[in-house]
Structures are given as C-alpha cells and as structure tokens.
Nanobody, 125 residues
Framework: QVQLVESGGGLVQAGGSLRLSCAAS????????MAWFRQGPGKERQFVAG????????YYADSVKGRFTISRENAKNTVSLQMNSLKPEDTAVYYC??????????????????WGQGIQVTVSS
C-alpha cells in the first residue's frame, strides 16, 4: 500500500508557473505507474499527465502538452508536475495517483487504486 501527499499548489497569474510535488510512502514506489489528474469546478476528474515506473515514458493530455512536464525520482519516492504558461482553465484541484497493475501509463481514474488528498491550483486572468 502507498500513501500520497501533494504539495506546491496555490494562486498564480495567467502565464505563470507552479511546480507540484507528490511524496509517496513505502519502499516499492518504483513499482507504481504515477499520474496527475485534475478536477475543475463542476467537472469530472480528468487525466493530466502520467509516467511509467522507471520514468522513461510520459504521456500528456492534449490540453497541457508542451506546457506541463511530469518527472519522478524513485530514490526519493517523489513525482512532480512542472506547470508553465498556466491558463485560467488550468484552475482545478490536482490529484496525484498511483497504480501497480500496469507497467504502462493509463489514463482512466478507475485504473488507479491510490490517490492523494488533492491540492488546489488557481490561475487568475
């Protein structure tokens, strides 16, 4: 079992940057595919970015491609999301998620069995 804790959210102006971090507990972090999801007001939770177990492969939603970068450090049990050129439509609660059943990045919420508590990101226009 793994516990996930997000940090780094906050308020930023449009065009600015934020870096989210997710700290995972447990000795088997490298066995999990990791991802970031987000949920805006009145919207369903959506996939943002994912990274495979060794960090060699990443996958992004079209809406963030070229602006966001996901990375992980298995030695430190962390996964990060660097968010640049932020837009008001990026405003959401961002969630870190982990799954161990597939070695590839998957994009649906039901395939992830561990979730962080979520962290607010607000982008003002």
């Amino acid at each position: 079992q793994v516990q996930l804790v997000e940090s780094g959210g906050g308020l930023v102006q449009a065009g600015g940057s934020l870096r989210l971090s997710c700290a995972a507990s447990g000795p088997t972090f490298s066995l999990y595919t990791m991802a970031w999801f987000r949920q805006g007001p009145g919207k369903e939770r959506q996939f943002v970015a994912g990274i495979n177990r060794n960090g060699a492969r990443t996958y992004y939603a079209d809406s963030v491609k070229g602006r966001f970068t996901i990375s992980r450090e298995n030695a430190k049990n962390t996964v990060s999301l660097q968010m640049n050129s932020l837009k008001p439509e990026d405003t959401a609660v961002y969630y870190c998620a982990a799954q161990s059943s597939s070695g590839t990045v998957v994009t649906t919420t039901y395939e992830y069995n561990y979730w962080g508590q979520g962290i607010q990101v607000t982008v003002s226009s």
